[in-house]
């Protein structure tokens, strides 16, 4: 089970917050469009945080407002009852953007080889573009597999800290080298479970 399959057991966290979007006249799209404004601000930290523990300190800032408010944007849109298809769509071009701020910063900054960065970028595309593809073969959008979005960011997260608490290396790479090899393979080893998942299916 990831942490995506968990987003029915989050609404006690993201109503209120959507309830104080609502308020303050947010649309869907205006969350949407910051989420990924944050994880710009995201990526361009960790571009720059090589041996600085303060900008892997606002990079992991940027990375947990990016991830509440893709939290947020959804369920405002199903409270003000504006969920539509264009919003949807809009948000999975937004997340896919985010996706790759986060990880090519952390990968231009050094903290993994270019080699590892490719395989990584490739994993991750390919997972979210198998979640989308089983929605449109009408088999309802897909989530399954050993890491989603969430558990990635999560994952992301805990590093980045990790790395600015320890900035050393362990057996030749950084904490937060470390956590984009675990992507890797947990991104292609999901891909592989949601192939066989929609074949099975269809």
């Known amino acids: 089970m990831t942490l995506d399959d968990l987003r029915s057991k989050s609404l006690a966290v993201t109503e209120p917050l959507a309830a104080l979007a609502e308020g303050a006249g947010a649309s869907p799209n205006l969350i949407s469009l910051l989420s990924m404004i944050f994880a710009l601000a995201a990526g361009a930290f960790y571009y720059f945080s090589a041996g600085d523990a303060t900008l892997l300190g606002l990079a992991a800032l940027m990375v947990l407002l990016n991830s509440a408010f893709d939290a947020v944007d959804g369920a405002l849109a199903r409270r003000t009852g504006r969920a539509e298809p264009k919003g949807d769509f809009l948000d999975h071009v ?23 960065g490719i395989f990584a970028v490739m994993g991750v595309l390919l997972t979210s573009y198998l979640g989308t593809q089983a929605q449109a073969l009408q088999l309802g959008r897909l989530y399954g597999g050993i890491m989603g979005r969430a558990d990635r960011l999560i994952l992301i997260l805990a590093a980045t800290v990790a790395n600015a608490l320890y900035p050393g290396e362990l057996g030749g790479l950084s904490i937060l080298g470390w956590a984009v090899i675990l992507i890797t393979v947990a991104s292609h080893v999901t891909a592989l479970q949601r192939i066989l998942l929609i074949w099975r299916r269809l």
Not at 101 to 110: D, E, P, R, S, T
């Open 94 to 116: 937004i997340d896919r953007y985010a996706d790759m701020a986060i990880l090519v910063g952390i990968i231009l900054a050094g903290y993994v080889s270019e080699a590892w």
